[in-house]
């Protein structure tokens, strides 16, 4: 699917709309684009029950203009379906040969979907595999940008995450060093 209609397109669109109402054609045009995009996004919307985050994912990303295409991919796929290890071979090119390291990463963003969608009542081991198990493939570029772009935001505040934990243990080691030194004096 192109990520913008063809002036064709766009021009069979607006002549549609056109047979219902006498509006200028600048007019009809910008509803045929709306109606466009409006489409598209629908597209990504089926099947969101059987698509792992799916739709949660598409909420997050409505908000953006439909003008503005990033991709989030730092490898651009080849080819479609890309599979689950795929998809986290390409978001993860460092980790591509990595089979146990992407499982890990792909599994905690698993998690952190299921947290997000039992409201915050913590997944379960069983739950977690279940899901990374059922994780689907991407069927097309779109749905692959919505996914890479999903991925890439919880990829960044996961990172923080870890930092900022790990901050706190070291706080707390020195912290704990510092009194073990006092009482050795």
């Excluded at 509803?31 to 990504?44: G, M, V, Y």
């Excluded at 499982?103 to 299921?114: N, T």
């Excluded at 940008?145 to 919880?154: D, L, N, P, R, T």
């Amino acid at each position: 699917m192109n990520k913008l209609p063809t002036p064709d397109h766009l021009a069979l669109i607006a002549a549609t709309l056109a047979r219902n109402t006498n509006d200028a054609p600048d007019t009809l045009a910008d509803a045929a684009l709306k109606l466009w995009f409006s489409a598209r996004e629908k597209i990504h919307i089926a099947d969101e029950d059987q698509e792992l985050s799916q739709h949660d994912q598409i909420m997050e990303c409505r908000n953006d203009s439909p003008f503005v295409f990033e991709p989030y991919f730092p490898q651009i796929p080849d080819e479609f379906p890309i599979s689950r290890d795929r998809f986290l071979q390409l978001m993860l090119p460092q980790y591509k040969d990595r089979a146990d390291k992407l499982a890990q990463i792909g599994k905690a963003y698993v998690h952190d979907v299921l947290l997000i969608k039992k409201k915050d009542e913590k997944p379960t081991k069983d739950e977690i595999n279940n899901a990374y198990g059922k994780w689907r493939p991407c069927k097309n570029s779109d749905q692959a940008e919505v996914w890479a772009k999903s991925f890439v935001g919880w990829r960044e505040s996961d990172i923080k995450r870890k930092k900022h934990d790990a901050g706190l243990q070291s706080g707390k080691t020195r912290k704990g060093n510092k009194l073990s030194q006092k009482q050795i004096k």
